[in-house]
């Protein structure tokens, strides 16, 4: 019976593609299926998406930060911008070593010519050299921290990203940015 159940199940969730969610019910057990796209929708609170990071910790050294940046929740005027997962929450713990990552452009940055930005933790362009065509195309962009232990970044005190704006303001643009850390001591 529970594999009837659960064969009713999965014709449920492909039928009900197109909508919402779909409810079975057998011998009084009730199953509600929802597509995919509506709990990944589900996730964002107040427009942002919530904090997807697998962080790292000295029992579990290895973990993975992810940062957004959006124009249109973030702005883009000439200075710094923090690239937070909450409002004024500092989380990359003193001594956490950035090994290696990319950059998911999914919007191109704007204007392509006279706006330079990079992104950094402890010092300028650390995790990426300003340059005004480094993020003005969509796709995957490499970071300066790539696997080997010379480019890897150790942050000397509690940080954030950051992306650094020059020249001229950002536009347009949407990118997200994924860390492969450890943690230190």
Not at 69 to 92: H, M, N, Q, R
Request: hydrophobic share 40%.
């Amino acid at each position: 019976m529970k594999k009837l159940f659960a064969v009713f199940a999965v014709l449920a969730l492909i039928a009900g593609v197109s909508q919402a969610q779909t409810t079975i019910t057998n011998d009084g057990q009730v199953i509600t299926v929802y597509r995919l796209q509506d709990t990944r929708d589900s996730v964002a609170t107040d427009g942002k998406v919530q904090d997807v990071s697998d962080y790292p910790s000295l029992s579990k050294p290895h973990g993975t930060i992810v940062r957004h940046y959006d124009f249109d929740e973030d702005g883009g005027a000439v200075g710094t911008i923090s690239l937070e997962y909450a409002s004024g929450v500092t989380d990359l713990e003193d001594n956490l070593v950035i090994v290696g990552g990319f950059i998911d452009v999914s919007e191109a940055i704007t204007p392509a010519t006279g706006c330079t930005h990079g992104l950094y933790v402890n010092t300028s362009d650390d995790l990426l050299t300003g340059a005004t065509n480094a993020l003005t195309s969509t796709g995957i962009k490499a970071i300066t921290p790539d696997w080997t232990a010379g480019n890897a970044v150790k942050l000397t005190a509690d940080r954030e990203v950051t992306l650094e704006i020059s020249g001229t303001a950002i536009t347009a643009g949407a990118f997200t940015l994924y860390l492969d850390v450890y943690q230190s001591h």
